[in-house]
């Protein structure tokens, strides 16, 4: 439980810490320097596989997780530190490395608006390729310095929270067809499977700051909730999105049997629904009848719902332009 009164009252105490000037970042120029990180890593990794990341070197992200980090990690000068930069980059790579995992198992064909890595050049070698970007990341995670001696290692935090993933992505796997899974089944996977990132970034970004023990669970809340906001648009932008817009397939998870909140909903509201499904539905019959029952609005009251409470837990935070920063965030990942 976070006691707001006390956040308050820690959040205006903390003094500064000493810096060396030379070594921080605008915040701007920190999301430019980890983009720069990347493609490096990207461009050079060893000649077995340079092929491969360097194809995955010709597109980006929206990088949203990269630079909640950054934002998390700004100090009350607006400055970003140099281990910032590098658990930014660490995160990105291994979101970039459950990226090639999940296309492989989706047997998608485009990813960020390129041929995925395993159309491209096989299964085999796009496996390996993800498994050295997972160790990657852990690397350069693991060689950023603790900020202060009373704070964890970065290094230390990432792998647990990679730990979720994994279930969350497992426990979606099983479900694969269920379509009795509840909506509170539905919120454990995504919590684990797509929000643990968010949360580790935010977690990260915490450890790095100035920022005073009392508002840790803030962060680690608000990082929580950006990512189940961010997997709910996602989910309802596979029913209404183009493949041109999203840069990757969509009605995918139509097409693996995932089920997700807005056919969750429309199962409810529709008592019909689930013997059509039974008997066979196109595609497009099941994108008509999932905006029909209100799964996409439905869904939708689900993202404002959140948004508003976590922009609420953010407004104690001292910094207003880290406010601005992390609520901007907030509203990308929300946008439907």
Known sequence: MINMDQVRLASVSKPDLAKDKQEYLEYDQAVHRVELKIRKLLQTAPPLIRRQTSHLARASGKGIRARSLLACAMGSDGLVGPGAVKAAAAVE?????????DDIIDEADTRRGIQTLHLKFGHKIAVL???YLFCLAFDLAASIPPREVDRNKVGGVLPSYFTEICLGEIREFSNTGNLDLTEGEYFRIIAE??????????????LLSDEPPEVKDIYLTVG?????I????DDCLDFISSQRKA???VLIDCRRGV???PLIHALRVDPTLRGRIETGLSEQELKAAVLAAGGIDYTRSQIEERRGKAEQLLSVLRSAEKRKRLTGLLHRAAAV
């Open 230 to 233: 961010f997997q709910l648009a």
């Open 247 to 249: 840069k990757k397939p």
């Open 224 to 228: 929580k909730e950006m990512g189940i």
């Open 259 to 261: 089920v997700t909140l």
């Open 93 to 101: 790579l291994l979101h970039l490395a459950t990226l090639i995992h």
């Open 193 to 206: 499977k797509t929000a643990a990132l968010f949360q580790a970034s935010f977690h990260a970004g915490f």
């Open 129 to 131: 390729c993800g498994d």
